[in-house]
């Protein structure tokens, strides 16, 4: 493969990779689920590979179909990158105001009272993925946005950085999350990730603005 075109290759794949990390990164309702599912080590595997799947099929619409339309309007890229721009610098902001009421979350005392069964987490997890409007914006508009800048051959390679990105989170954070429990157990913990989960919102957010 020639030099230019490994380039070409994985500049939009790192791009999309590290762009999307920042976006899933932010603690929200389906991390949290995630979270905690891993804490209580419950159906680990569905959980993650069905919010990566989810992320899959919402990925390949933005990338495959969304940042076309949106490359064809320059009007329409303005105000998806604007939007996407405010909505990031909101959940940043909203990520800074948590930093004074982070719960401290107790594993101890929700493992046996929030069992699930396969069938209620498959449910569960599928509407953190698919009922959440930040997923929505998150996905179609800024992936979108972002991926229709590169050429059409290039996008593909924009997705998979993204879907690797999603993958190795929601399957690192439900793994890694048992090991966890007892740091989560003080809001001191949880004031950190709010604090690194704001600063990235808030860059990416100064990044699409300034674009």
């Known amino acids: 493969m020639a030099t230019w075109e490994v380039t070409n290759f994985f500049q939009p794949l790192t791009q999309g990779f590290f762009i999307y990390i920042g976006l899933i990164s932010a603690l929200g309702p389906q991390n949290i ?53 405010l909505f990031l610098g909101g959940y940043a902001i909203y990520s800074f105001c948590s930093l004074w009421r982070a719960p401290a979350f107790r594993a101890d005392r929700t ?34 946005a972002n991926s229709s800048h590169y050429a059409l051959d290039e996008r593909w390679a924009f997705g998979v950085g993204a879907i690797l990105a999603s993958g190795i989170w929601f399957f690192s954070l439900s793994y890694g999350a048992s090991r966890l429990a007892p740091l989560f157990r003080h809001a001191r913990a949880w004031r950190i990730l709010q604090l690194i989960s704001g600063c990235i919102m808030l860059g990416l957010a100064l990044a699409l603005w300034y674009r």
């Open 111 to 144: 493992v046996a009272r929030n069992s699930m069964c396969i069938k209620q987490t498959i449910i569960v997890t599928l509407s953190f993925a698919l009922l959440n409007p930040s997923a929505y914006l998150d996905t179609l508009l800024l992936v979108g």
């Open 33 to 85: 689920f995630v979270l905690q599912q891993g804490m209580r080590r419950q159906h680990q595997f569905t959980t993650a590979s069905l919010s990566t799947i989810a992320d899959f099929i919402l990925i390949g619409i933005a990338v495959g179909g969304m940042g076309a339309t949106i490359t064809a309007s320059p009007g329409v890229l303005s105000l998806a990158t604007s939007a996407g721009a």
